[in-house]
């Protein structure tokens, strides 16, 4: 799988959207752009994902860039609930490896009230 | 909603013993992963699992685990003689289809202390 950057951490306000970045300048054709994140002391919570277009969920939106090199997980408007570990993990189309989810060390986001 | 379902949330036990984690994924699906995290360190893959064996492992799951669906609900982790650094929370998830164009729903883990 290829490899996804991160920004250690991010810090935002309560009830302000939230860009989260993530660079993958290395993707392939057939890699969808998968976001997890883990609340403290919880299990990895699936977020949204896409392969070209941009992509909305009732947790967030996806931002491809045009060349795939990169892509933004945005939260419109953050709550307290949304601090947790943010991580972009790039999955072949067709499954390939079928559970291997490469988790990095993500982006930490803290939300202040 | 829903939701993989780990038991149970906290094991101690004590180096040498044989400990089994279980996990009920969701009924429709029909992938099934474990994963482990060391506290302060990234979330790991350990094994995936389809049509009742196993399709893929990392090189932590050695020959002290393995994995096995004894019925129809259950998932489950066995660690034959575990060690102080199999400490860890340990997660089952699922899937409908590989991890392609679909997610993995995650259970909330149980943590395995070793003493």
């Known amino acids: 799988d290829a490899k996804t950057t991160q920004p250690n951490s991010m810090e935002s306000n309560e009830e302000e959207p939230v860009h989260l970045p993530c660079n993958h300048s290395?993707?392939?054709?057939?890699?969808?752009i998968h976001w997890y994140r883990q609340l403290p002391s919880q299990g990895p919570e699936y977020v949204i994902h896409?392969?070209?277009s941009n992509v909305n969920n009732r947790m967030a939106s996806l931002a491809i860039a045009e060349d795939r090199k990169s892509s933004t997980l945005i939260l419109h408007r953050a709550t307290l609930r949304d601090a947790a570990v943010y991580y972009c993990?790039?999955?072949?189309?067709?499954?390939?490896?079928?559970?291997?989810?490469?988790f990095g060390k993500g982006t930490k986001l803290s939300v202040k009230p | 909603e829903p939701e993989v379902t780990q038991t149970p949330s906290h094991q101690v036990t004590q180096m040498g013993q044989e400990v089994i984690l279980r996990c009920v994924p969701i009924?429709?699906?029909?992938?099934f992963y474990w994963y482990r995290q060391i506290l302060g360190q990234k979330v790991e893959f350990l094994v995936s699992?389809?049509?009742?064996?196993?399709?893929?492992k990392s090189e932590i799951f050695d020959d002290q685990f393995s994995v096995e669906r004894p019925d129809g609900s259950n998932f489950t982790l066995k660690i034959r003689s575990t060690k102080l650094e199999d400490s860890a929370m340990y997660f089952c998830?699922?899937?409908?289809?590989?991890?392609?164009?679909?997610?993995?729903?995650f259970g909330q883990g149980t943590r395995l202390t070793v003493v």
């Open positions: 993990i790039l999955r072949d189309m067709n499954g390939g490896s079928q559970g291997n989810l490469i």
């Open positions: 699992f389809y049509n009742n064996e196993i399709s893929e």
């Open positions: 998830a699922s899937s409908v289809f590989p991890l392609g164009d679909t997610e993995a729903f």
């Open positions: 009924s429709n699906h029909l992938y």
């Open positions: 896409g392969l070209t």
């Open positions: 290395t993707i392939s054709g057939t890699d969808y």
